[in-house]
């Protein structure tokens, strides 16, 4: 890499690597700047990732500020393949503390093909029982098609929500081309001392034939 050093700051180009006080995790991008004073720094196409209770991976134009992390037209997984099965890209986005995801204007795509759309989304980072957006199920074969006769199926989309320290409840949609969609509700509970825990759970489905 070429780094061309300036006052109080730092240029790189060619593949440099930011790390240091505030940044969780190495960021390679293509070009980096630094300022070594306030200690902001800016990468143009960069990838970096989050190791807090899940392994999410960043791509794009990002800016460092402490230890919080913004993003300009982001893309973010949990796949780790080099061509992820699925992501989530984002207009905006935030990493507060290296504890908490915020994004705003949010597209679910498998593959290149976008199949879900919220305005504003919330992620928890830490590591235990959270609320948050819960990882959709799917196989490969929900993504790339072997034929036209096979039928798409996408599970556990949804919200979970920790009540309490005893207590959680999810709302979750599941999808099944050509056959139905289905809406799940549920609580679990768990209260040691009572000797206590299950769940309960609603499905109510919709048939595509009506």
Known sequence: SVTISIRKGVDGYGKPVLSGVGVQSDVISER???NTETRIGTALGATTQFSQGANWFFFGDLMTRERDVYG???RF????LTTPHYHFS???IKVVNGDVLVARDVTLQFGDVPVFWLPFMMQSLKRG???GIL???FSVNDIVRRNSRYNRRIENDGFYWAN???MGSQLTLDWFANNWTALNGSLDYRFNDQFLNGSVTYRQFWKSEG
């Open 90 to 92: 984002a207009g905006k």
């Open 72 to 74: 300009h037209r982001t």
């Open 77 to 80: 997984t949990d796949c780790s």
């Open 135 to 137: 990882m959709p199920r």
């Open 129 to 131: 029982r959270a609320s």
């Open 32 to 34: 980096v700047c630094y």
């Open 164 to 166: 309490s320290e005893y």
